[in-house]
């Protein structure tokens, strides 16, 4: 979560005005301003967040979450704009994945529904539904044996997944096509111990957006408390 602070003292007549007629007002215009603040950089966020990242639906956006300001001290005051879900937090620093099996399982575009990358794994793909393929590593001297025998094994027994490997790669295939023209179709990539990201920091530049339009709502908030205390 991420504390959003802004400071008063750059409109300084409205400001001593309210500091002479009223504090409670004066705590008031900051509270309007800290919050407002917040719930402009969660609309922006959320905005950000969908243009940077590929999103399947509108969850993650939904989550970004501000807590108002509230009290009455300046000092402390604050209001939070921030994200409850890890995965969002990962994104902003651009943390990877490491395998906590033999690999990092990446879908390929085949393994979504529809080919289309913002969507879902599909679930005759998902990895829950595929299970445990054959244990063991097929006989062969060499990637291409191996793989010949795998294939083999897989139309005997009528199987429509098979692991195949290359010199440095290795993934789940679907096996299309009949018994004499078999033809594969990858669909999880299984060559990675670690897979990297680049650093997203959407937060940060929302932060930086609506702290610009910062001393508008602060001017307006004090206004507001100004006409209410029937100062002209």
């Known amino acids: 979560m991420l504390n959003i602070g802004v400071d008063l003292r750059g409109l300084d007549e409205m400001q001593s005005a309210l500091e002479q007629l009223s504090k409670k007002g004066l705590a008031a215009a900051a509270r ?18 969908e243009g940077s990242n590929i999103l ?28 409850p879900s890890q995965y969002v937090a990962d ?18 575009l085949a393994a ?33 044996a191996r793989n010949a025998q795998a294939l083999r094994v897989a139309r005997k027994m009528g199987q429509k997944l ?9 993934g789940i295939f679907r096996v ?17 111990r670690t897979v990297s990201r680049p650093k997203r920091p959407t937060l940060q530049r929302s932060l930086d957006a609506a702290l610009q339009l910062a ?3 602060a001017e307006r908030a004090m206004e507001k408390q100004l006409e209410l205390l029937k100062v002209k």
């Open 162 to 170: 098979v692991v195949l490997e290359g010199p440095r790669s290795r």
């Open 56 to 83: 399947r639906n509108r969850f993650t956006q939904s989550r970004v979450l501000v807590v108002p300001a509230r009290g009455s001290s300046l000092r402390d005051m604050e209001a939070v704009l921030g994200h």
């Open 215 to 217: 001393p508008a709502i």
């Open 91 to 108: 994104l902003e620093e651009g943390k990877g994945d490491r395998a906590k099996g033999s690999a990092v399982p990446i879908p390929e």
């Open 32 to 49: 309007e301003t800290l919050t407002q603040c917040a719930f402009h950089g969660r609309r922006i966020w959320q905005e950000n967040l």
């Open 176 to 192: 299309l096509g009949g018994r004499r023209k078999v033809k594969v179709r990858k669909i999880w990539d299984l060559s990675h």
């Open 112 to 144: 979504r529904t529809g080919g289309d990358k913002r969507k879902l794994v599909g679930k005759p793909n998902k990895l829950a539904t595929i299970g445990r393929l054959a244990k063991g590593r097929p006989r062969g001297s060499t990637h291409k």
